[in-house]
């Protein structure tokens, strides 16, 4: 299958997901995720009209990106990856969404940046709803705290959560999870789900759902 094929194939299973969950919003809107994958293999799909594109790395999508966003308007692109502070003023400067927001040090760094470059990047707060210590992400428990700690010291918007299942777990409970944590702080969007599990997630309530080898082919 081509790429246009996968991915069209990626919507239809979406829709399908959506339609199965009984949900009457339209579903999940798709992330499609570049990473490790050049200008070339993504144009097919800017060339269908999709829009919102997913990186992990900042240095990766400042060789890419910008030539792409200005030859295709309109594009949103989001950071899924980590986010280390010497690279908040690269990443608000180029990101519209920072989806993986998880201490106070990077929350500060981002605003910072915000207010210094006069840009509002929409921000999602990254939960590690499997308490794993190799993954980024706030613990459950602490996301009440941080997330008022961000919107009452530093007046940032939080639009969304996002979360990463263990990957040898059911992701079920996980999304429940995170679906919970979001009505308990007022939170409308979820970003979660991906190539193995987005109609899972969608069945859960996600927002958006971030697939890209499924798209684009193995890394």
Same mark, same amino acid.
């Given at each position: 299958?081509?790429?246009?094929?996968?991915? &069209?194939? @990626?919507?239809?299973?979406?829709?399908?997901? *959506?339609?199965? %969950?009984?949900? $009457?919003?339209? !579903?999940?809107?798709?992330?499609?995720?570049?990473?490790?994958?050049?200008?070339?293999?993504?144009?097919?799909?800017?060339?269908?009209?999709?829009?919102?594109?997913?990186?992990?790395?900042?240095?990766?999508?400042?060789?890419?990106?910008?030539?792409?966003?200005?030859?295709?308007?309109?594009?949103?692109?989001?950071?899924?990856?980590?986010?280390?502070?010497?690279?908040?003023?690269?990443?608000?400067?180029?990101?519209?969404?920072? &989806?993986? @927001?998880?201490?106070?040090?990077?929350?500060? *760094?981002?605003? %910072?940046?915000? $207010?210094?470059? !006069?840009?509002?990047?929409?921000?999602?707060?990254?939960?590690?709803?499997?308490?794993?210590?190799?993954?980024?992400?706030?613990?459950?428990?602490?996301?009440?705290?941080?997330?008022?700690?961000?919107?009452?010291?530093?007046?940032?918007?939080?639009?969304?959560?996002?979360?990463?299942?263990?990957?040898?777990?059911?992701?079920?409970?996980?999304?429940?999870?995170?679906?919970?944590?979001?009505?308990?702080?007022?939170?409308?969007?979820?970003?979660?789900?991906?190539?193995?599990?987005?109609?899972?997630?969608? %069945?859960?309530?996600?927002?958006?759902?971030?697939?890209?080898?499924?798209?684009?082919?193995?890394?």
């Amino acid at each position: 299958m081509t790429v246009l094929e996968r991915f &069209e194939e @990626i919507k239809a299973r979406m829709a399908k997901a *959506a339609s199965e %969950a009984g949900r $009457d919003d339209g !579903g999940a809107g798709l992330v499609a995720v570049t990473k490790t994958f050049g200008a070339d293999d993504i144009r097919p799909v800017l060339e269908a009209g999709h829009r919102i594109y997913g990186e992990n790395r900042v240095q990766e999508a400042e060789g890419k990106w910008p030539a792409l966003k200005a030859g295709f308007p309109g594009i949103e692109l989001h950071l899924i990856g980590p986010l280390q502070s010497n690279k908040a003023a690269d990443a608000v400067a180029l990101f519209d969404v920072i &989806e993986t @927001i998880d201490r106070e040090k990077i929350a500060r *760094a981002v605003k %910072a940046e915000m $207010d210094k470059q !006069g840009r509002k990047i929409r921000l999602y707060v990254q939960v590690n709803t499997g308490l794993e210590s190799q993954k980024a992400g706030i613990a459950p428990d602490d996301t009440a705290d941080f997330v008022a700690f961000c919107r009452k010291e530093l007046n940032l918007m939080i639009e969304g959560l996002m979360c990463i299942p263990p990957a040898d777990e059911n992701p079920g409970p996980h999304f429940a999870l995170l679906r919970k944590l979001a009505r308990e702080n007022g939170i409308e969007r979820l970003s979660m789900g991906m190539s193995g599990d987005f109609e899972t997630a969608i %069945a859960f309530g996600a927002t958006s759902v971030r697939v890209g080898s499924a798209i684009f082919g193995s890394r």
